[in-house]
C-alpha cells in the first residue's frame, strides 16, 4: 500500500523546465538507458530500496537535495538579485519541507515495474504501490506524419521521420527540414533571445517565466517563416502539445523538429507554405484566426499603476496626466477587485449567493469611506475625458483567501458542477505554479463553466461600462495528466488555456454589444483572433528593453500584431531618464504605446512609471517635456494607425515588423535585427544603449525622408543620425 511516509511520483508535477525531488528522470526512459527514481520520506525512515518485478533490488542513496539537477531544457538568466514583489515566490528553490531526499538508478529494459519500499528507525517497512516503466525506442514507423504541402515546397526529408514508441505506442515524432545556406527563420511565437533563429534550440510551451524570459515563451506557436533562399517558405506543426526545434544548431543544413503525439492516434499534420513572409503568415492566419480590427482607441497613450488601488488614486493619476497635457486614451486598473472573487470591488457590500449566480449592479453597497466608493461615476467621468477602461482578471479561483463569504460559495460551485480543470482521478486541478499555488481553474472547453464565469462579470461590461479587460495569467496549468472537460489532456489543453481564456472575454464583450477588447500575456496558435497582448513582466534595464523589441517583432511575424510592452520596464528600480525617454520614443511607434508599474507595497519612494514621478524621482525635469511630446505626437499618428491596422488585417502584413517584409532581397537588414517598419510608411531605429548622441541606421533601397527633420536620403545606405533625447530616427518612405 501508498504510504504517506514515501513520496514518488514518476511524473512530477510536469513542469515544463523542471525535475521534481520524487520523480522519475526521465519520465520515460528510452531503451537501455539509465534513469533516476527520485524519492522523498519523512526524516524516520533511514533505509530506501527500490524493487524491480523481476525480484531485483536497487538500493537508493541519500543526497544533498542542492546536489541534484533540477533544471533542464532551454535555459533562462537566473532571476538572482532579481526586484519585484514576485521575484522571491519565481526564483523559490523546492523545499522538501524536511524530508530525505534519496536516489537510485536502473537501467531501462523492457516493460518493468518497481515500487520503493523503505525502513523505518522503529524497524517498520512502508512501500509504495507499483509505477510501470516502459521503455521508449526511435524506429522508423509507428504513425503518420500528414504533410500538406500544395505549393511544392519540398523541403522535408523523408528519410528523417522517427517515432519514438513504447509498448503503449509512439509518443513522439522526430524529422527534418532542409535548410538552405543564407536562408533565416523567424517565428515560433513571441520570442525574446532573437529575430533570426539559426543557430538556435528551442520549444514551443506556454510558460510564465518571470522576468528574463531568455528562451522561455509566454506566447509560443509551432510556426515560423523561413527568408533568404530563391524561395521562400515556413512551416506549422500543428498540434497544441508541446514541440522541439534545433534549428540548424546540430546540423546547418537542417531544421530538426520534434513533437508529442497522442499514443492512441499517431498522426501529426505539418503544413507547408511557399511565398513571401507576408504570403506565408497570410495562409497561416487563414488556418488559425484572422486578426480583428481593434477600436482607434486601442491606438491612443494607456496608463497603469499596480498600486493605483482606489478610486481616488486613479482618478489623481488621469486627471494629473491630462493637467500635464499628457493625453490618456486608456487606463488599466489592476488592483481593483477584492483579490479572490476578482469580480466584486474590494470594499463593497453584498450578500453572498450560494451557488455562485451572478450579481447586478444594484445588489452592491460601496461603502462612501471605502476604496471605491463611486465606480460607475469614475467610469463615467473617465469616459466623459475620453479615456477607456480595462480591468485585471486573472482565471482562477484561490483557495488560500477563506472559508466563507462569495469566494468560498464559487470554490464549491466551481468543484461540485465540475467546471474547474480536473486532475486524471476527477478531482479539481490545485494550480501547481508558484503564483496563486493551489487554486482551482475554470474549464474553458465546458459552455456551462464558461458561461457562469462570464455572467459573474457582465455588470461591469453592461452595466459600468469597462471597455476591456487585462486577461493576465493564463499560463497556470501545466501537466500532461490534467483533464479537460471535452475530453482532451493536459499534454494537448494546457497550452490552449490562453487562447480560449482571451476568447471567453471576447465573447462577453460582443454579447454585451461594445467594441473592447483584451490585453493578454499568454497564448498559443489562434491567439491572433483575439488581441490584444503585451509582452509581460520586465525590468527597467537596457537588456530588457532590447529583449521587448525582439519579442514584438516575432510575436507580428506569428499574427500578434496588436502588441505592446511595459515601455522602460515595470518592475525593480526605476528607470532612469534615458532609458525611460528612449524606450517612451520606441512605444510611440509601437502598435500599443503604454507604461505600468508593479506592486511595491505603498513604500515610498514612489515607483510608479508616470513621467511625472521619473521626473521626480530622476531629477530630470525634462521628462515630462519630453514624454508629452511623444504622447502627442502619438495622438497625431492614431489616423495612420488605424489605416495601417485595416492593411495588416486585410494583407497579413503585421502592423510592427521586421525589415524583411519590405525589402526581402536586402540581405544587409538582418544586421539590423531591431529595426522595423510600422505599416508601409514608417522605418523605426530605436536607440537601445546609454550614452548615445549618434545613431547608426539601415535605410533600405527607396527614397527616405527624415521624420523629424525633412533631411531626405536614398537608399540603401547607412546614416549615422544624430539622436537627441526628444527624437527617434524614424524615416518616412517617399517611393
Not at 239 to 255: E, H, K, Q
Amino acid at each position: 500500500m501508498n504510504d504517506h511516509l514515501i513520496s514518488h511520483r514518476p511524473a512530477g508535477t510536469g513542469h515544463p523546465y523542471r525535475y521534481d525531488l520524487d520523480q522519475r528522470v526521465p519520465v520515460h526512459p528510452l531503451r537501455g538507458e539509465e534513469y533516476e527514481i527520485r524519492v522523498l520520506t519523512d526524516p524516520q525512515v533511514t533505509e530506501v530500496r527500490v524493487e524491480f518485478g523481476d525480484g531485483t533490488q536497487v538500493p537508493a542513496e541519500r543526497v544533498d537535495p542542492a546536489t541534484v539537477t533540477l533544471d533542464f531544457g532551454a535555459p533562462a538568466a537566473p532571476p538572482a538579485g532579481s526586484a519585484g514583489h514576485l521575484a522571491a515566490a519565481a526564483s523559490a528553490a523546492p523545499d522538501t519541507g524536511g524530508r530525505t531526499a534519496w536516489l537510485a538508478r536502473a537501467t531501462a529494459g523492457g516493460d518493468d515495474a518497481y515500487a520503493v519500499a523503505g525502513r523505518t528507525a522503529a524497524g517498520g517497512e512502508v512501500r509504495t504501490d507499483a509505477f510501470g516503466v516502459r521503455p521508449l525506442a526511435w524506429q522508423p514507423d509507428g504513425g503518420r506524419l500528414e504533410v500538406r504541402d500544395p505549393d511544392g515546397a519540398g523541403v522535408l526529408d523523408p528519410d528523417s521521420v522517427e517515432w519514438l514508441t513504447g509498448s503503449d505506442g509512439p509518443r513522439r515524432v522526430r524529422f527534418a527540414l532542409r535548410l538552405a545556406e543564407g536562408e533565416h527563420v523567424v517565428g515560433f511565437g513571441e520570442r525574446f533571445h532573437a529575430l533570426d533563429q539559426r543557430g538556435q534550440v528551442l520549444d514551443a510551451t506556454v510558460f510564465e517565466q518571470y522576468k528574463r524570459q531568455g528562451h522561455r515563451s509566454y506566447l509560443p506557436m509551432p510556426f515560423a517563416v523561413v527568408v533568404g533562399g530563391e524561395a521562400g517558405w515556413g512551416f506549422h506543426v500543428v498540434t497544441s502539445r508541446r514541440t522541439w526545434y534545433d534549428v540548424g544548431a546540430s546540423r546547418p543544413d537542417r531544421i530538426l523538429i520534434e513533437a508529442e503525439i497522442d499514443p492512441g492516434t499517431p498522426v501529426l499534420p505539418l503544413r507547408l507554405y511557399t511565398g513571401e513572409p507576408v504570403t506565408v503568415v497570410r495562409k497561416f492566419l487563414t488556418e488559425t484566426g484572422q486578426p480583428p480590427l481593434p477600436p482607434a482607441w486601442v491606438f491612443r497613450p494607456w496608463m497603469s499603476g499596480n498600486e493605483w488601488n482606489t478610486q481616488a488614486r486613479v482618478l489623481a493619476e488621469v486627471r494629473r496626466s491630462l493637467a500635464e497635457d499628457i493625453p490618456v486614451g486608456a487606463v488599466v486598473i489592476e488592483a481593483w477587485s477584492d483579490e479572490a472573487t476578482f469580480v466584486a470591488f474590494r470594499d463593497a457590500r453584498y450578500e453572498v449567493h450560494p451557488d455562485g449566480a451572478p450579481h447586478r449592479l444594484a445588489d452592491f453597497e460601496f461603502p462612501a469611506d471605502g476604496a471605491w466608493p463611486d465606480p460607475k461615476a469614475m467610469i463615467d467621468e473617465l469616459h466623459e475625458a475620453g479615456v477607456k477602461v480595462l480591468l485585471w482578471q486573472i482565471p482562477l479561483i484561490p483557495t488560500d483567501r477563506g472559508n466563507d463569504g462569495q469566494v468560498a460559495a464559487d470554490l464549491a460551485t466551481l468543484a461540485a458542477r465540475g467546471y474547474a480543470v480536473r486532475e486524471a482521478d476527477g478531482s479539481p486541478h490545485r494550480n501547481r505554479g508558484w503564483w496563486f499555488p493551489g487554486a482551482l481553474l475554470p474549464d474553458w472547453t465546458n459552455p456551462e463553466a464558461r458561461r457562469w464565469w462570464l455572467d459573474k462579470r457582465r455588470y461591469l461590461v453592461e452595466e459600468l461600462g469597462v471597455d476591456g479587460f487585462k486577461t493576465d495569467g493564463g499560463e497556470h496549468p501545466w501537466g500532461h495528466d490534467l483533464r479537460y472537460s471535452d475530453g482532451s489532456r493536459g499534454d494537448e489543453g494546457n497550452n490552449l488555456f490562453p487562447v480560449r481564456y482571451a476568447a471567453a472575454y471576447h465573447e462577453l464583450m460582443r454579447s454585451a454589444g461594445t467594441d473592447g477588447l483584451t490585453f493578454s500575456r499568454a497564448g498559443f496558435t489562434g491567439s491572433a483572433a483575439f488581441p490584444a497582448h503585451w509582452a509581460g513582466d520586465e525590468d527597467s534595464t537596457w537588456e530588457a528593453y532590447r529583449a521587448s523589441i525582439t519579442a514584438g517583432l516575432t510575436a507580428g511575424v506569428g499574427g500578434i500584431f496588436f502588441w505592446g510592452w511595459d515601455l522602460a520596464g515595470f518592475s525593480g528600480d526605476i528607470p532612469d531618464a534615458e532609458l525611460y525617454l528612449r524606450s517612451a520614443a520606441a512605444a510611440c511607434f509601437a502598435p500599443i504605446m503604454q507604461y505600468h508599474s508593479e506592486f511595491n507595497h505603498h513604500r515610498d519612494p514612489s515607483v510608479d512609471r508616470t513621467p511625472w514621478n521619473i521626473a521626480e524621482r530622476t531629477g530630470e525635469q525634462r521628462v515630462l517635456e519630453v514624454f508629452r511630446r511623444f504622447a502627442r505626437l502619438r495622438e497625431e499618428l492614431v489616423p495612420y494607425l488605424v489605416d495601417q491596422a485595416e492593411r495588416s488585417v486585410r494583407t497579413g502584413k503585421p502592423l510592427m515588423r521586421p525589415l524583411f517584409f519590405d525589402h526581402p532581397d536586402d540581405k544587409r537588414v538582418w544586421d539590423w535585427p531591431q529595426q522595423w517598419q510600422l505599416g508601409d510608411d514608417l522605418l523605426v531605429a530605436p536607440v537601445t544603449e546609454p550614452g548615445a548622441t549618434t545613431w547608426p541606421v539601415w535605410l533600405p533601397a527607396g527614397e527616405w525622408e527624415d521624420f523629424f527633420t525633412g533631411e531626405r536620403h536614398s537608399g540603401p545606405v547607412e546614416v549615422h543620425r544624430r539622436v537627441p533625447i526628444d527624437e527617434i530616427p524614424v524615416y518616412r518612405r517617399l517611393a
